[in-house]
């Protein structure tokens, strides 16, 4: 139990060399690898989350758990496939067209990877069509869209199109988030959710899986 809460202390410190020699020690010790994502990975990116949000973390911090989550799960991540253990849900994430910033939208996608979910980063600048084609190759049940420049938010709204266009926008729930955009942006886009931070966006994104 000791290695369990000095891992857990490792991946919200941010230490991802010891974070990775102590999964190794607990996958040597025969525990359970979906314990170990369920009971020790997310509850710790959900303390870093929690700590951004009172002002305890910054991004430097948050960008450091997430580095020592990925370490963890680069061993723990074959041998969940192994045993056939399904991930809370798919989510395809990508900045929108014209936008080349990928900061924000790499730490949504490790907080989504660290809470439970498979994520197919598309990276940045993806157009709607590489998006409309993502989630035909991957069927997620979520998608989200970031843009960091008030230029590129209307990208948001043409992938919302693209989306209806070819049929698709009933299959998936799609939430927004960056720092330009707003509630009242996704609300006028038509998105599902609107996320203000990496943190909140793993909660929004279990909460549409619900809706």
Same mark, same amino acid.
């Given at each position: 139990m000791e290695n369990l809460n000095d891992l857990k202390s490792a991946i919200i410190a941010g230490q991802d060399v010891e974070a990775k020699v102590l999964v190794q020690k607990a996958i040597d010790s025969n525990r359970n690898p979906q314990d170990l994502v369920h009971d020790v990975l997310i509850p710790a990116m959900d303390e870093v989350g929690q700590k951004f949000e009172s002002g305890e973390y910054f991004i430097? #911090? !948050? %960008?450091?758990? =997430? $580095?020592? !989550?990925?370490?963890?799960?680069?061993? %723990?991540?074959?041998? %969940?496939? +192994? *045993?056939?253990? +399904?991930?809370?849900?798919k989510v395809v994430l990508g900045t929108v067209q014209g936008d080349l910033h990928d900061i924000g939208k790499n730490l949504v996608a490790s907080m989504l990877e660290g809470g439970g979910f498979e994520v197919h980063?598309? @990276?940045?600048?993806v157009s709607p069509e590489r998006f409309v084609q993502a989630v035909h190759d991957h069927s997620p049940e979520l998608? @989200?869209? *970031?843009?960091?420049?008030?230029?590129? !938010?209307?990208s948001m709204g043409h992938t919302l199109k693209a989306?209806?266009? =070819?049929?698709? $926008?009933? +299959?998936? +729930?799609? !939430?927004?988030?960056?720092?330009?955009?707003?509630? #009242?942006? *996704?609300? *006028?886009?038509?998105?599902?959710g609107y996320a203000e931070s990496a943190s909140s966006a793993v909660a929004l994104a279990r909460s549409l899986l619900k809706s």
């Open positions: 430097p #911090e !948050m %960008l450091l758990a =997430a $580095r020592a !989550m990925k370490a963890a799960m680069e061993l %723990l991540q074959p041998l %969940l496939a +192994k *045993s056939g253990i +399904k991930p809370i849900a980063d598309l @990276g940045a600048d998608v @989200g869209l *970031s843009a960091l420049l008030t230029t590129t !938010m209307p989306f209806e266009t =070819a049929g698709i $926008r009933e +299959k998936v +729930k799609v !939430m927004v988030g960056g720092a330009p955009v707003t509630i #009242e942006f *996704s609300d *006028s886009i038509g998105a599902d």
